[in-house]
């Protein structure tokens, strides 16, 4: 299986600031890359795909970068909406493996 | 529009059964793969396997090999997830979601979740 890793696995931030949250593979997955938002009570939310891509209704302040084995989501100019657990996934190869969360906190 | 329904909160016991489900609706059903996701209590989230509506092929990830079967019925725009044997263990949300399989391989849209609880 290919290993996600994800950090920080929790951050603290105000609303304004820039945050970026990393995602490592263990093996190359190409681009098949993707980040969702997950606040509780709620269904994810697909934020970015193929690694650079912004999901269709996705705000720009949300980014994604990376290929190979080492990814980045940054987060522009943090609104009060944002506050949320972020995953990476890849879907290179079954199974579709997800990192373990990283939990974005209000400062 | 695109959309997920799953079924309604569970509660059962150890050793009991189960099915689960996930009704799509606003786009052809059998263009598309459905992927099961775990969430315990706390922890983050865990791909349990996939099925295409289309042929019916599954493939499920080690994790879940054998404890759970996917199937769907074509006829009514549904996907199941079902245990023959639950075990409390298995206490989690459990979401749905639209695969694409070609091009960005990614998940699209999602079931509101349904949450199981297994308790003697």
């Known amino acids: 299986d290919i290993q996600m890793t994800q950090s920080p696995s929790s951050l603290s931030a105000s609303v304004g600031d820039r945050v970026t949250i990393t995602c490592r593979a263990s093996?190359?997955?190409?681009?098949?890359l993707n980040w969702y938002q997950h606040k509780p009570g709620k269904a994810p939310k697909l934020l970015i795909y193929a690694a650079s891509t912004l999901q269709s209704g996705v705000p720009s302040r949300f980014s994604g970068s990376g290929s190979g084995t080492g990814f980045t989501l940054t987060i522009n100019s943090l609104q009060p909406e944002d506050f949320a657990t972020y995953y990476c996934q890849q879907t290179y190869g079954t199974p579709f493996t997800f990192g373990q969360g990283t939990k974005l906190e209000i400062k | 529009e695109v959309q997920l329904v799953q079924s309604g909160a569970q509660v059962k016991k150890p050793g009991e059964s189960l099915r689960i489900s996930c009704k799509g609706s606003g786009y052809s059903f059998t263009s598309y793969w459905i992927t099961w996701v775990r969430q315990r209590p706390g922890k983050g989230l865990e791909w349990m396997g996939r099925?295409?509506?289309?042929?019916?092929?599954?493939n499920y990830s080690p994790s879940f090999q054998g404890h759970v079967t996917m199937s769907v019925d074509k006829s009514i725009n549904t996907a199941y997830v079902q245990w023959s044997r639950l075990e409390a263990s298995d206490t989690a949300m459990y979401y749905c979601?639209?695969?694409?399989?070609?091009?960005?391989?990614?998940?699209?849209?999602w079931g509101q979740g349904t949450l199981v609880t297994v308790s003697s």
């Open positions: 093996h190359s997955i190409t681009s098949y």
């Open positions: 099925i295409n509506p289309s042929d019916y092929y599954s």
């Open positions: 979601a639209r695969h694409i399989v070609a091009s960005t391989r990614t998940h699209d849209y």
